[in-house]
T-cell receptor, first 112, second 115 residues
Framework: KAGVTQTPRYLIKTRGQQVTLSCSPI?????VSWYQQTPGQGLQFLFE???????NKGNFPGRFSGRQFSNSRSEMNVSTLELGDSALYLC???????????FGPGTRLTVT | AQSVTQLDSQVPVFEEAPVELRCNYS??????LFWYVQYPNQGLQLLLK??????LVESINGFEAEFNKSQTSFHLRKPSVHISDTAEYFC?????????????FGTGTLLAVQP
């Protein structure tokens, strides 16, 4: 089976712009979660989607949003980018509710 | 709220020596526990997991971890490390029990294997 794929792998944006990141889960996986990884804050949970519904959300401002499509692919959007949004954004997919997740390679976002 | 503590930010060790990476979690409720490994410029790879059953779990590349409920720990061990084991290791906990897949991660431990 193909693993979790994320596009793009690298992205450079300017403060104030918005960005959309894409994630394709492993075939058959219905749960997709997003995490932000930074040197200062480590790995932090953003949100989780299951069957097109957001079923859990982390402590991030409303500028961070996401959605899931009927084919389980997911996108996350960050509006009005700030310098502090520079991070590695990781997507993970899961088959069930055990927390066992499989991660993609991430999208490295740099905000200048 | 659930939290995960990895006390050692970096562990230097010589090749072929044993190593232990420590992980403690805060919740006393039933949890699922995981170790993930991250190589430079890559995503996270699942190394091993404890969901239920035997408290000692093993990976295919020689790592093992033991779930200790009374000490709320899930330490990772390997009897003999290789240069290729150099990476960052993250301990994670999930308490969703089917309701969510949210993972709470520790701050990571950089395992630096020296020749």
């Amino acid at each position: 089976k193909a693993g979790v794929t994320q596009t793009p792998r690298y992205l450079i944006k300017t403060r104030g712009q918005q960005v959309t990141l894409s994630c394709s889960p492993i075939s058959g996986h219905r749960s997709v979660s997003w995490y932000q990884q930074t040197p200062g804050q480590g790995l932090q949970f953003l949100f989780e989607y299951f069957s097109e519904t957001q079923r859990n959300k982390g402590n991030f401002p409303g500028r961070f949003s996401g959605r899931q499509f009927s084919n389980s692919r997911s996108e996350m959007n960050v509006s009005t980018l700030e310098l502090g949004d520079s991070a590695l954004y990781l997507c993970a997919s899961s088959l069930g509710g055990s927390g066992e997740q499989y991660f993609g390679p991430g999208t490295r976002l740099t905000v200048t | 709220a659930q939290s995960v503590t990895q006390l050692d930010s970096q562990v230097p060790v010589f090749e072929e020596a044993p190593v232990e990476l420590r992980c403690n979690y805060s919740s006393s409720v039933s949890v699922y526990l995981f170790w993930y490994v991250q190589y430079p410029n890559q995503g996270l790879q699942l190394l091993l997991k404890y969901l239920s059953g035997s408290t000692l779990v093993e990976s295919i590349n020689g790592f093992e971890a033991e779930f200790n409920k009374s000490q709320t720990s899930f330490h990772l061990r390997k009897p003999s490390v290789h240069i290729s084991d150099t990476a960052e290791y993250f301990c994670a906990v999930s308490e969703g029990r089917g309701a969510t897949n949210k993972l709470i991660f520790g701050t990571g431990t950089l395992l630096a294997v020296q020749p």
